[in-house]
Nanobody, 123 residues
Framework: VQLQASGGGLVQAGGSLRLSCTAS????????MAWYRQHPGKQRELVAV???????HYLDSVKGRFTISGDNAKNTVYLQMNSLKPEDTAVYYC??????????????????WGQGTQVTVSS
């Protein structure tokens, strides 16, 4: 399974960006998809997560500004980021919890990460 993230960039404070992350491979089901971010010198933190059952959770500091959504048909998750602040500057990573179907039709669940996309918000 591979995850391809895109959509990062440079934006002024108050602006918006939309991140996308598409999963491909031997996917039986997408169980959850999430966005994390990592500030320089700090641990990666969960920004938003969405499960196939409809559970959604946001980091407190992004509530009301960020929206996570998904397109099951495309195995894609989005993160719409509005009212961006300089403190949102970080590398953003997507993660998918996937049930994989192997060549012998065995199935197992595992986590997969995208490559990271830089978001820079200037003041």
């Amino acid at each position: 399974v591979q995850l391809q993230a895109s959509g990062g960039g440079l934006v002024q404070a108050g602006g918006s960006l939309r991140l996308s992350c598409t999963a491909s491979g031997s996917i039986f089901s997408m169980n959850a998809m999430a966005w994390y971010r990592q500030h320089p010198g700090k641990q990666r933190e969960l920004v938003a997560v969405m499960s196939s059952g409809g559970f959604i959770h946001y980091l407190d500091s992004v509530k009301g500004r960020f929206t996570i959504s998904g397109d099951n048909a495309k195995n894609t998750v989005y993160l719409q980021m509005n009212s961006l602040k300089p403190e949102d500057t970080a590398v953003y990573y997507c993660k998918a919890t996937v049930t994989v179907e192997g060549a012998t039709l065995d199935r197992y669940e595992d986590d997969y990460w995208g490559q990271g996309t830089q978001v820079t918000v200037s003041s």
